[in-house]
T-cell receptor, first 110, second 112 residues
């Protein structure tokens, strides 16, 4: 059974700092890996999708990497802003077996 | 284009009562999902559907039933609610061409 872990559970940084969020998974035979953002009281919004054959994806200030052999993914956020404050979740799997981590709650202080 | 909507947003039930949560999507997606999210845990898949008239069990299906009578709607039913079903429930629809799930805003359910 695939297990997905995100450490730390919470992170607070000053505005402008570059930061890295971590995601680890136990089974390297993944279909894809996604990073989502969840704002309080809201649903999830997909940020980045990395296919199994890919190593990284970039969107604006966000860069996600995937290392299947070590069972790890990182989400790099450059020049953080208060508007980046949210919970970030990673998920691995396909259309019928996606497994989510518990998320990292990020606070970016002005 | 409303995306994925969920009804109701909040609900309080007593143990043993029944209720149905409604999910609707206007994106013509074939795949739809019901998840639950509990504190300190990731989302867990309850049931899903790959098309009108089809349903399948996910990771935590016990105590729930679903129906997909129309392509745009996916219903989640609790026949006899238990306190362990207190959770936030999310519906999602899926677009294979982009491999992306689109989530609704969630329903917060409390079972007393």
């Amino acid at each position: 059974k695939q297990e997905v872990t995100q450490i730390p559970a919470a992170l607070s940084v000053p505005e402008g700092e570059n930061l890295v969020l971590n995601c680890s998974f136990t089974d390297s035979a993944i279909y894809n890996l996604q990073w989502f953002r969840q704002d309080p009281g809201k649903g999830l919004t997909s940020l980045l999708l990395i296919q199994s054959s890919q190593r990284e994806q970039t969107s604006g200030r966000l860069n996600a990497s995937l290392d299947k052999s070590s069972g790890r993914s990182t989400l790099y956020i450059a020049a953080s802003q208060p508007g980046d404050s949210a919970t970030y979740l990673c998920a691995v799997g396909g259309y019928n077996d996606m497994r989510f981590g518990a998320g990292t709650r990020l606070t970016v202080k002005p | 284009n409303a995306g994925v909507t969920q009804t109701p947003k909040f609900r309080v039930l007593k143990t043993g009562q029944s209720m149905t949560l409604l999910c609707a999507q206007d994106m013509n997606h074939e795949y739809m999902y019901w998840y639950r999210q509990d504190p300190g845990m990731g989302l867990r898949l309850i049931h899903y559907s790959v098309g009108e008239g089809t349903t399948a069990k996910g990771e935590v299906p016990d105590g729930y039933n679903v129906s997909r009578l129309k392509k745009q709607n996916f219903l989640l039913g609790l026949e006899s609610a238990a306190p362990s079903q207190t959770s936030v429930y999310f519906c999602a629809s899926y677009q294979p061409s982009t491999d992306t799930q689109y989530f609704g805003p969630g329903t917060r359910l409390t079972v007393l």
